[in-house]
Nanobody
Framework: VQLQASGGGLVQAGGSLRLSCAASGNFFSINVMGWFRQAPGKQRELVTTITTPSTPNYSDSLKGRFTISRDNAKNMVYLQMNDLKPEDTAVYYC???????????????WGQGTLVTVSS
C-alpha cells in the first residue's frame, strides 16, 4: 500500500493551495483518511481527518480555512487550504487507515510528505 501526496508549493500569505493524496496497492478498504503536518522544529500535529461515510474532523485552530474531502471511488483525499498564513508552513503528510487484502486489521499508512511554504 502506498500513499502519494502532491500539491505543495510556495504561496503568499492569503493564498490557497489544494493538496491531493492517492492510495494505491492491494487493499480491501480504507477507513479514516487525513492530513497531518510538521513544521520545522515542531512535532507532527493533526490537521484534519475524514471518516467513511465522509464525516470531517478539524483541528480547532484550522476550522474554517481548511476543508478536507475524499473520493472513495478513486481512493483519494484532498485538502483545500485557504487564507494561508506563514505559520501554516510545514511538511504535510497524508495518512490512511487501510485494510490490506488478506488482513482483518486496519493499519496506518503515511505518504511521503509535501512541503507547503507560505511567505509573508
Amino acid at each position: 500500500v502506498q500513499l502519494q501526496a502532491s500539491g505543495g508549493g510556495l504561496v503568499q500569505a492569503g493564498g490557497s493551495l489544494r493538496l491531493s493524496c492517492a492510495a494505491s496497492g492491494n487493499f480491501f478498504s480504507i477507513n479514516v483518511m487525513g492530513w497531518f503536518r510538521q513544521a520545522p522544529g515542531k512535532q507532527r500535529e493533526l490537521v484534519t481527518t475524514i471518516t467513511t461515510p465522509s464525516t470531517p474532523n478539524y483541528s480547532d485552530s484550522l476550522k474554517g480555512r481548511f476543508t478536507i474531502s475524499r473520493d472513495n471511488a478513486k481512493n483519494m483525499v484532498y485538502l483545500q487550504m485557504n487564507d494561508l498564513k506563514p505559520e501554516d508552513t510545514a511538511v504535510y503528510y497524508c495518512n490512511a487507515q487501510v485494510r490490506p487484502r488478506g488482513s482483518y486489521l486496519y493499519t496506518d499508512y503515511w505518504g511521503q510528505g509535501t512541503l507547503v511554504t507560505v511567505s509573508s
